[in-house]
């Protein structure tokens, strides 16, 4: 397990319980994450990692337990209340297939939040929104069009831009390289880790890409029997021997190809990319 | 600074701060630099005004950097050095690497927004075409529905019969109730309201002619096709543009099948062969609420008023209703389906669309309408 002394946790879920139409997604499951640093939680089809993120922006009510970000306590709270709108400001969403919305451009789309939350003129939130797709790295020809006019990996980076959009602390993404070809994936992880650093956020991931676990991930959360089976690095994850199924996961056919290539690249001790 | 958030108390120590000394020629940036402490106006108001040749920007106390802190930051340099003063910045290594990535990113839109700036203004002419694009996409709608039509002709069979039934069910069937009610009240009404007018003439029996006019011709033909548009109409454009948004209409023209023959043909039919048929009913229901209001208060018997119609009222009025109703139909039809093909991947386009839809059908029957009134009244019938 990992152990931070000095470090205070930025989201802490304590004995959580989700129970949907009598199905138990979580039992008493415990969670600490760190700032700084890219989380993925990993686990089967329908272990409840996105109810667990949805939990934690508040999007989803638990049946009890108790979760903080930053210390304030998240759950039961009321959107009309300002200061769980604040909270949520420090927070951001990228939501699997972007939720961008359709009557607005790209470049309105990032405008949204700004425009919603401060009293910047015009012509700044204007300019901080073409900012933000730039740090995404959209082509500039982009910015005035409408998402369904975009491909899929230009619609991520839009997402991640609005997500962005208000600097927030910690990131969640849900399955940010689902339906990317390899290169656009490999951008798009790319981008993850740069941001991260820049930025110095938290990013939580959801991902079934074993690239990316190997890629940028620092720290691995493994769900399973509605519970966490295992926080620890990814390189730890990988080699335990205790959980079938996680030592299926990273050893199995599919795995073992993408462990063998990524543990190949750090012994010799240059970058693939 | 946060917008519109009342009884929160904000860190006052946190607010992004920028003092000058004149003394050493420095503006001391201090506090957090991010998005919710930052205030525009307090930066504007400092840097329009200051007039020196040489300034130093210290940074080294900021708490907090974010992009939104850097893109501030930026500008002020900018706008320093667009003022002629000789600037100089200062930043903790992990703010200035930020703040680097910020500028470098900024200046490149900078200069790419001059760029279109330029081209703005020498392109201006290429968008009248534009204007006339829906003109030129209507045309080719009907263009288009004209070949398929020619080519089902030819093969009766290669029409989707089934769909035709089901648009014959859905604008026909279902819509019948409530064409007949409105109607019958429109007849009631129309003969309880002249009722009076009448017998201060003492010509109550005019009142079967005037029924037959109105409500064969004029009433029920217009009320029967405006119902339509409201109800079949909206709901053929709606169908239509959520096909294409879900490129359903693309996949359709993968297979090798023209979208018009699969999917306008069989509509436009069921609403041409529904619409009269609808009117010639509701015409007649519509003259049983005359009936029902002349019985009553004029003392007309119903056995009278029926020869009466039949020896006073022209066949050629109702004849001209139901002529009428298939242009109608047949204007619904083209109108509510091209409205539906004009939907553009986008959940907004639906709603503009199915509006418009009805409005113009709607525009289109009233017009068409005049335009019977002109042709029949020359042919003088």
């Known amino acids: ?273 | 600074m946060y917008k519109n958030i009342v009884n929160h108390e904000f860190d006052n120590a946190n607010i992004a701060k920028l003092t000058l000394d004149k003394k050493d020629n420095t503006i001391y940036l201090n506090g957090a630099w991010s998005w919710d402490n930052i205030d525009e106006n307090e930066i504007q108001n400092l840097i329009s005004t200051l007039h020196i040749p040489t300034i130093t920007v210290n940074g080294l106390e900021i708490k907090k950097l974010d992009t939104t802190g850097a893109y501030f930051i930026h500008k002020i340099v900018m706008q320093l050095t667009a003022n002629n003063v000789a600037t100089q910045l200062n930043l903790n290594t992990d703010d200035q690497k930020l703040f680097n990535r910020v500028s470098k990113n900024l200046i490149v839109l900078e200069k790419l927004q001059e760029q279109t700036k330029q081209y703005n203004t020498t392109s201006n002419n290429i968008k009248l075409s534009t204007q006339f694009a829906p003109a030129i996409n209507l045309i080719t709608f009907l263009g288009q529905i004209c070949i398929s039509f020619s080519k089902t002709i030819k093969s009766p069979l290669s029409l989707d019969w089934k769909e035709v039934s089901r648009t014959l069910f859905n604008a026909g069937f279902k819509g019948l109730f409530v064409v007949l009610l409105l109607n019958f009240l429109i007849g009631t009404t129309l003969a309880y309201e002249m009722a009076p007018q009448f017998t201060q003439y003492g010509a109550n029996i005019y009142i079967i002619n005037f029924l037959g006019i109105s409500m064969l011709k004029e009433v029920s033909p217009l009320l029967t096709a405006i119902m339509i548009a409201g109800r079949t109409g909206s709901s053929i454009t709606a169908e239509i543009g959520t096909m294409k948004i879900q490129e359903e209409v693309d996949a359709i023209k993968t297979m090798g099948i023209s979208p018009i023959q699969r999917l306008v043909l069989p509509k436009v039919l069921g609403i041409v062969i529904a619409t009269p048929l609808l009117t010639g009913l509701a015409g007649i229901v519509g003259m049983m609420g005359g009936a029902i209001i002349a019985n009553r208060n004029l003392g007309i018997t119903y056995n009278f008023f029926i020869t009466r119609t039949q020896t006073n009222v022209s066949i050629y009025n109702f004849t001209d209703g139901l002529i009428k109703s298939v242009a109608f139909g047949l204007s619904i039809a083209f109108v509510s389906c091209f409205c539906g093909f004009m939907v553009q991947g986008n959940s907004n386009s639906i709603g503009i669309q199915t509006t418009r839809s009805v409005v113009l059908s709607i525009l289109m029957i009233v017009f068409l309408d005049a335009v019977f009134a002109i042709i029949f009244l020359q042919l003088g019938i």
């Open chain 1, 1 to 273: 397990m990992i152990s931070h002394d000095k470090l205070k946790p930025i989201i802490e879920v304590k004995n959580l319980n989700t129970c949907f139409d009598g199905v138990w997604v979580h039992k008493n499951l415990n969670l600490k994450l760190y700032p700084n640093r890219i989380i993925t939680i990993i686990g089967a089809s329908g272990c409840g990692k996105t109810t667990l993120v949805r939990e934690i922006m508040g999007l989803e009510q638990p049946t009890s337990g108790e979760i903080y970000i930053a210390n304030e306590k998240i759950s039961n709270f009321n959107i009309e209340d300002p200061e769980a709108k604040i909270r949520l400001s420090k927070v951001g969403m990228m939501f699997q297939h972007g939720a961008l919305f359709s009557s607005l451009s790209v470049i309105e789309n990032v405008m949204f939040p700004i425009t919603e939350y401060t009293n910047f003129s015009k012509q700044t939130i204007y300019e901080i929104a073409q900012l933000k797709l730039k740090l995404t790295g959209l082509p500039e020809n982009a910015y005035n069009r409408y998402p369904q006019e975009l491909s899929g990996g230009m619609l991520k980076r839009v997402a991640l831009a609005r997500t962005l959009a208000l600097d927030p602390q910690v990131i969640f993404l849900d399955e940010p390289t689902s339906g990317l070809d390899a290169n656009s994936a490999n951008d798009l992880d790319e981008l993850i880790q740069e941001l991260q650093k820049q930025l110095s956020l938290t990013v939580v991931m959801i991902t079934h890409d074993l690239s990316s676990i190997w890629d940028i991930s620092d720290e691995l959360v493994y769900l399973g029997e509605q519970r966490v089976l295992l926080h620890d690095t990814v390189y730890n994850a990988a080699n335990n021997t205790k959980i079938k199924e996680l030592h299926e996961y990273f050893n199995g056919k599919r795995g073992n190809i993408t462990k063998q290539f990524h543990i190949s690249q750090k012994t010799r001790g240059t970058n693939h990319d």
